[in-house]
């Protein structure tokens, strides 16, 4: 089975601090994915990374960047945390071949105060 | 602009009927559609697949229906049990060019009463 873990269930920070959530596969997956989730709008992909060291933005990623120095470990990083990143933030991998689905880890819950 | 759309926000059905959850989408060069259940507190965990060159795809109490003239997709549940109970998204993916991007819709909550 595939594993995606997400380092923390819940988090707690303050604006203005540079939060960083971090996401680790077991399955030697070249793709990985940050998406947000919000009531009422779904998943939006952040960013995402097609190998190690590659990058590209998503749909919303005003305000966060990413790190992929490990193929098996990919880092959202918030600049500067405002309250309006306060949401779920889900990490995903999949095999890049075919038509492989993406597979999620249980998601941090990230409030900013 | 909402290129894959999940019209009803609920859904409410008693167990052992059919649930149908129902997905629109308005972009022609998808060609791979997806259908994951997420619980509270829990991340999406993959379900069912489909791609363009069919029409249907089943996997045991659950089927996936695809309509491509009409860009509809359709998830099919059946009995319906009360674990069923999630909210249910489907995705869809473009074919060509950055195909590794999903683009979701923003779920149905599926409740399943016993």
């Known amino acids: 089975d595939v594993k995606v873990t997400q380092s923390s269930r819940y988090l707690v920070k303050r604006t203005g601090e540079k939060v960083f959530l971090e996401c680790v596969q077991d399955?030697?997956?070249?793709?990985m994915f940050w998406y947000r989730q919000d009531p009422g709008l779904g998943l939006r992909l952040i960013y995402f990374?097609?190998?190690?060291?590659?990058?590209e933005k998503g749909d919303i990623p005003e305000g966060y960047s990413v790190s992929r120095e490990k193929k098996e470990r990919f880092s959202l990083i918030l600049e500067s945390a405002s309250t309006n990143q306060t949401s779920m933030y889900l990490c995903?991998?999949?095999?890049?071949?075919?038509?492989?689905?993406?597979?999620f880890g249980d998601g941090t819950r990230l409030s900013i105060l | 602009d909402q290129q894959v759309k999940q019209n009803s926000p609920s859904l409410s059905v008693q167990e052992g009927r059919i649930s149908i959850l129902n997905c629109d989408y308005t972009?022609?060069?998808?060609?791979?559609f997806l259908w994951y259940k997420k619980y509270p507190a829990e991340g999406p965990t993959f379900l069912i697949s489909?791609?363009?060159?069919?029409d249907k795809n089943e996997d045991g109490r659950f089927t996936v229906f695809l309509n491509k003239s009409a860009k509809h997709l359709s998830l099919h549940i059946v009995p319906s049990q009360p674990g069923d109970s999630a909210v249910y998204f489907c995705?869809?993916?473009?074919?060509?060019?950055?195909?590794?991007?999903?683009?979701f819709g923003k779920g149905t909550l599926l409740t399943v009463n016993p």
């Open positions: 990374s097609y190998d190690v060291k590659m990058k």
């Open positions: 489909i791609s363009s060159i069919k």
């Open positions: 399955m030697d997956h070249e793709n």
């Open positions: 995705a869809t993916r473009r074919s060509g060019g950055s195909n590794y991007k999903l683009t």
């Open positions: 995903a991998s999949r095999e890049n071949w075919g038509n492989q689905p993406q597979h």
């Open positions: 972009n022609s060069m998808f060609d791979y």
